[in-house]
């Protein structure tokens, strides 16, 4: 069964600090994995996306790892701002060789920084 | 939120009452989704569209309907039949990214039944 499962589900940082947060995968085939921001209320916006042959993608603070042999990713953020407050979520496509590959998406990683 | 627009933020309706959400987008792109949202739960897709006039169920497809005749409007309609439709709407659209069909998602409509 394709699923996507990220820990921690909350975690809670002071201002300044880093963090990482997991994602494991059992998606078959792969096509790529994604990384998403959501803010409480609004769309997720997206911070990477990684194909199988790539192992790190940074976006500014944010840096995303990805084992394609163990189905493991990581976000990893540096610096923590109080703006990062958000819900992380980690989306895989899998490459049915369609115009439409199907998403699986976890259930999010809520990341509260405080000051 | 890229050029995607969903109306209204918020929505109230009464059980038994069909309500229609908006989504247009302006980016040209031929896919649009629609996604549903509960807390704790990932995003479950209800109906997709490659392009005008088809679209094909998601996962979750029982109680709502969508309609494509414009390529830029993909609007969905929650029906009577759908039981529990309190829940966060998200619309989307995706373009070709050298085969990554990068998703792009609107600001999300917010329903809630009484």
């Known amino acids: 069964k394709n699923q996507v499962e990220q820990s921690p589900q909350s975690l809670i940082i002071l201002e300044g600090k880093n963090c990482t947060l997991q994602?494991?995968?059992?998606?078959?085939?792969?096509?790529?994995l994604r990384w998403y921001k959501q803010d409480t209320g609004r769309g997720p916006v997206s911070l990477t996306i990684?194909?199988?042959?790539?192992n790190t993608k940074s976006n500014g603070r944010y840096t995303a790892t990805l084992d394609a042999d163990t189905k493991q990713s990581s976000l990893h953020i540096t610096a923590s701002q109080l703006s990062d407050s958000a819900s992380y979520i980690c989306?895989?496509?899998?490459?049915?060789?369609?115009?439409?590959?199907?998403?699986?998406f976890g259930r999010g990683t809520q990341l509260t920084v405080w000051p | 939120d890229g050029g995607i627009t969903q109306s209204p933020k918020y929505l109230f309706r009464k059980e038994g009452q069909n309500v229609t959400l908006s989504c247009e987008q302006n980016?040209?792109?031929?896919?649009m989704y629609w996604y549903r949202q509960d807390p704790g739960q990932g995003l479950r897709l209800i109906y997709y569209?490659?392009?005008?006039?088809?679209?094909q169920k998601g996962d979750i497809a029982e109680g709502y309907s969508v309609s494509r005749e414009k390529k830029e409007s993909f609007p969905l309609t929650v029906t009577s039949a759908q039981k529990n439709p309190t829940a966060f709407y998200l619309c989307?659209?995706?373009?070709?990214?050298?085969?990554?069909?990068?998703?792009?998602f609107g600001p999300g409509t917010r329903l809630t039944v009484t």
């Open positions: 989307a659209s995706s373009i070709d990214v050298q085969g990554a069909y990068e998703q792009y």
């Open positions: 994602c494991n995968y059992t998606v078959s085939p792969f096509s790529n």
């Open positions: 990684m194909t199988f042959s790539e």
């Open positions: 989306v895989v496509r899998d490459d049915r060789g369609s115009t439409l590959g199907r998403l699986y």
């Open positions: 980016l040209n792109h031929d896919a």
């Open positions: 569209s490659q392009i005008v006039n088809d679209f």
